[in-house]
């Protein structure tokens, strides 16, 4: 599998970014797939998630009610995305898109540890 992620950049506190993540070379139709976040010097956390099998979505507290996962299949193309809106300087980090191909259920959706698949991340400023 192969993950590319694309949308970050540099906005002002309180505006909107969408990231992407276009997931290939995968074929499997229940995964759990999720984007994290990571500042120097801190731990990798985990931002939203979704189990694909069923639609079912988690959100770290930090980003309930500002931020949505979404997941698109179209034409046989498979694209993750997070809506970022309100965004505040404590958002400023480097964002993965990670992929756990044989989780089972929604229990663990935010554990990073789960995640054996990863993108190469995309940057996120705000100023």
């Known amino acids: 599998v192969q993950l590319v992620e694309s949308g970050g950049g540099s906005v002002q506190v309180g505006a909107s970014l969408r990231l992407s993540c276009e997931i290939s070379?995968?074929?499997?139709?229940?995964?759990?797939i999720g984007w994290f976040r990571q500042t120097p010097g801190k731990e990798r956390e985990a931002v939203a998630a979704?189990?694909?099998?069923?639609?079912?979505?988690?959100?770290a507290d930090s980003v309930k009610g500002r931020f949505t996962i979404s997941l698109e299949n179209a034409n046989a193309k498979k694209t993750v995305y997070l809506q970022m809106d309100s965004l505040r300087p404590e958002d400023i980090a480097m964002y993965y898109c990670?992929?756990?191909?044989?989780?089972?259920?929604?229990?663990?959706?935010?554990?990073?540890?789960?995640?054996?698949?990863w993108g190469q991340g995309t940057q996120v400023t705000v100023s």
């Open positions: 990670a992929a756990d191909l044989y989780c089972l259920g929604t229990s663990l959706l935010l554990t990073v540890q789960e995640y054996t698949e």
């Open positions: 070379e995968f074929t499997g139709s229940s995964y759990c």
């Open positions: 979704v189990y694909t099998r069923d639609g079912t979505t988690d959100y």
